[in-house]
């Protein structure tokens, strides 16, 4: 039913940051928690942040303490900011709920972090 758009990948150098925005078609308010993930080439794709509707976050222990999830359910966006970049981060990364359904996933954002 909530549609979501990933934006603001590029490419990066390593130790730079970037501001991923997830938009919402409708209301995040309906959704219990909303999470980020990412799939770098030849991997599966894996959930890295996580938020619920109360505000509280939970990270992947790759990015726990250089990435932070944030919401605004007035805008019906969600966002990560992501800091200290590293080679490892480049992937696709995509926004879905913290229970994704099959076929909800959108096309991502790509991460390029350079060396």
């Known amino acids: 039913q909530v549609q979501l758009v990933e934006s603001g990948g590029g490419l990066v150098q390593a130790g730079g940051s970037l501001r991923l925005s997830c938009a919402a078609s409708?209301?995040?308010?309906?959704?219990?928690?909303m999470g980020w993930y990412r799939q770098a080439p030849g991997k599966q794709r894996v959930l890295v942040a996580l938020i619920t509707s109360d505000g509280s976050t939970n990270y992947a222990d790759s990015v726990k303490g250089r990435f932070t999830i944030s919401r605004d359910n007035a805008k019906n966006t969600v966002y990560l900011q992501m800091n200290s970049l590293k080679p490892e981060d480049t992937a696709v990364y995509y926004c879905?709920?913290?229970?994704?359904?099959?076929?909800?996933w959108g096309q991502g954002t790509q991460v390029t972090v350079s060396s």
């Open positions: 879905n709920a913290g229970r994704p359904r099959p076929g909800s």
């Open positions: 409708g209301s995040i308010l309906s959704i219990n928690a």
